[in-house]
């Protein structure tokens, strides 16, 4: 009988060392090049550059607006300030934000990619999931609205994925 409890706490042991093992092994950090950790860092700006743009719902629109300010905002100064709390510099039109980072379809939309309308592009927006974007014209300021349904589906034109 004592064989038979000491066979299987060995059993136990060996599987618990094993188990050790393998969490360890799984848990030494991989080199910041590997493409988990680009994961990693790219959902991590995708939530900064989402949440500040979130940050100013209601913001008044102003078309021009200046980007040292957030009293008010055109649609590309709030990408532009958005992009800046991840540390990423946007150049200041709809425009010229329309060929930085690469290309996404509209059906590989993640949150924190730039979507386009009108053509030539006037108007920027960020998708921020759900089918939702986030942008700025006219009353109410900063706010949500659906990407696949009227205008917005109408006129959407591109996207493209800074992050």
Not at 11 to 21: D, G, P, Q, Y
Not at 42 to 57: D, G, L, P
Not at 65 to 71: F, G, K, L
Not at 127 to 134: A, E, F, L, R
Request: charged letters at 15%; hydrophobic letters at 40%; one cysteine or more.
């Amino acid at each position: 009988m004592n064989y038979i409890i000491g066979k299987s706490f060995t059993k136990k042991l060996a599987a618990a060392a094993i188990a050790l093992s393998i969490a360890i092994a799984g848990s030494v950090a991989l080199p910041a090049t590997s493409a988990a950790a680009a994961e990693v860092s790219t959902s991590s700006k995708a939530s900064t550059v989402v949440s500040a743009a979130r940050s100013q719902m209601g913001t008044p629109y102003k078309f021009g607006a200046s980007t040292s300010t957030t009293r008010y905002f055109d649609c590309s100064s709030l990408m532009k300030y958005a992009y800046k709390k991840a540390g990423i510099n946007l150049p200041r039109t709809s425009k010229a934000q329309s060929k930085v980072g690469k290309y996404v379809s509209k059906s590989n939309l993640k949150a924190g990619d730039l979507v386009f309308f009108y053509s030539p592009i006037s108007h920027v927006g960020m998708y921020i999931g759900g089918g939702k974007i986030i942008h700025t014209y006219g009353k109410p300021g900063v706010t949500i609205d659906t990407i696949n349904s009227g205008w917005w589906s109408n006129n959407y034109t591109t996207a493209r994925r800074v992050l």
